[in-house]
């Protein structure tokens, strides 16, 4: 299959243009507004006065959390995109997951990470190199218009967008408990909500589970993804979504997440901070869901401002919860910058 675009996207016009091109400034000004709102209400001379002792070992352990998450999530997207039939061992998959979550810190691009990685996998090949790069360096440069790209293009992206749902779906299940677990400190009807949560993840999960299983739902759905010429499509979709497979995936999900909840915690002791796990169950994965907003550069900002007025409710010192989120997006920064070996190596 060509991976050349059958047609090339109109060029928006008038003030969609302008409000494109001021987007990413727009976003870099809500961040640096929303830091110093966080920030702002910290007594840095009393902060420094009080003789913290930052202990770097538990910085380390951060990373190496965060990297292990990155690490999981590109081994789940790679045998997501194989079952699919595209070619590249895991390794390379896991090494472009680690360029987009790259892309996703800020990098000046026009795409991002999902993006980026969903358009050069379609160029791996059996070598596990990419082919016909000067296609690959036009396709990353120009808008994607998936109702006029090919059918492995638009299939790549289908796959992505099936990693993705299993991460959103890990993040609420892992959010569902912590609100069971630690609700209740929020509001009275915070345990109840925790409740809702988990039932509609689980239902949503069983309809799918059945839609796959039932032969005459499943041929309807081969019979959708035949039309929308993604005919591979549904081993992707088995592996994510099957019984007993939905199981699996669930548990791994929540297993990614964690590390994501253990890297903040071991930040907030870095600086003799603690928290209890649920409330960083809670206030996480509600974070998770504010970062799909394109409302600042990779969570800066919008971090430090949620996660300190949650954790307060438990206690914890903001100015603390805002110096350890601030190392937290410091170290995510790191932890992903093997990902730059990737693209300076496609250069």
Known sequence: MSSIPQSTPKTPSGWKSMLKRAWPTIRILLSIALLWKATSGIDWHTLLDSEIKMEPAWLIAAALAICSAFICGGLRWGFIMRSAGFQGSLKSYV?????GGLINQGLPSTLGGDSYR??????????????????????????VDLGHATPKLRLSFAMTLVDRL????????LGGIGLILGGATIATWGQDLGYAVMCIMILAGTII???????????????LLDRLQMNN???GIQLAFSWPMNIAQALFGVAIHSCIILAFSFCLRAYGAEAPISSLMIGLPALSLLLMLPISISGWGLREATLSSVLALWGVNPSLTVLASISYGAITVLSVLPGAYFLLKRK
């Open 95 to 99: 090494a472009l997951y680690f360029a």
């Open 118 to 143: 969903a358009i050069t996998a379609t160029h791996f090949t059996d070598s596990d190199k990419l082919s016909s790069t000067k296609e690959l360096d036009e396709e990353l440069h120009h808008a």
């Open 166 to 173: 299993l991460g959103l779906a890990g993040n609420n299940l």
């Open 209 to 223: 589970a059945l839609i796959l299983a039932w032969p005459k739902t499943r041929e309807l759905l081969q019979k």
């Open 233 to 235: 499509a549904m081993p």
